[in-house]
C-alpha cells in the first residue's frame, strides 16, 4: 500500500514562485501582440478610410467630407462621417470605429487641416480657437499628398467597461507618451508612428492650438507630417 503524500507548503510556494516567474515573461510578449495586432488592424482600417474619402471627394466637387452643422473646426472634422453616412458611404457609426462601444475616447478623426484655411495656420496668423471657423477645403489643395495625414485614431485606451461606463488610461496621441498610432494619408496609404517622428524628430510648438502633428499641421493641407 502506497502512503498518500500531500505538497508541503514550502513546495507549493516554490511551485508558485516558478509560475509567477514565467508569467512575467510571458505576459508582456502577450501584451506586446495585442497592441501590434491592434495597430495592424487599425492601418487597415486608416487605410480603407482614406480611401473612402478619396472616393467621396471624387463624387463631391473635390471637397474633403464638410458636415456644415458646426462652425467650430474641431467638431467639423470630428463630424467627417456624417456627410459620408449620408452619401451612403457608410451605414453605420459601427463601420467606422468597430472598436467605439459607446465610449467618446477611442475616436477616429479627420485632419482639421481638412476643413480650416490654410492661411490662418502660420506661426503668427493664427487666430483663438473662439475665432476659428470651418472652411471648405479642396484635396487639390494639399502639396504633399503622400506625406500630409488625412484620418487617424486620436485616443486609445483600454476597451470601454459597459459595467461602469467608463474608459480609463485614455491617451492622446500628441504629446506626452511615445505610443505608436495609426494615420491615413492623403495619398490612401496608411503608416503608423509616435508623434515625434511626425514632428521630424522635434518638439511640439503650439500657437493658439495649431502645430500638432496630423491634427494641426503647421501650414495646414500644405504642410508636411511624415519626414
Known sequence: MYERRAFSLVEL???LGVVMI??????PGLAGAVSQGKLTRDLALMRSHAASITMYTAESDDVFPFWGGHHDPTLTAGSWYLPMMEAGYFSSREEIEPDLHGSPFD??????CMVYDRRLMRPGETVPS???RSSPVLTRAVSYPSLKGLVFRAYSGPPFDEQTGLQTDVESFCCVDLWEFPV???????????????NNGKPV?????IGTPVWTTWLGV?????W
Not at 475616436?107 to 482639421?112: G, I, N, Q
Not at 500644405?222 to 511624415?226: A, C, S, T
Open 13 to 15: 510556494v516554490v511551485v
Open 22 to 27: 514565467l508569467s512575467s515573461f510571458l505576459f
Open 107 to 112: 475616436t477616429v478623426v479627420m485632419s482639421m
Open 130 to 132: 473662439s475665432e476659428q
Open 184 to 198: 491615413g494619408m492623403a495619398d490612401g496609404s496608411a503608416v503608423s508612428g509616435n508623434y515625434l517622428e511626425f
Open 205 to 209: 510648438l503650439l500657437e493658439n492650438e
Open 222 to 226: 500644405e504642410g508636411i507630417d511624415r
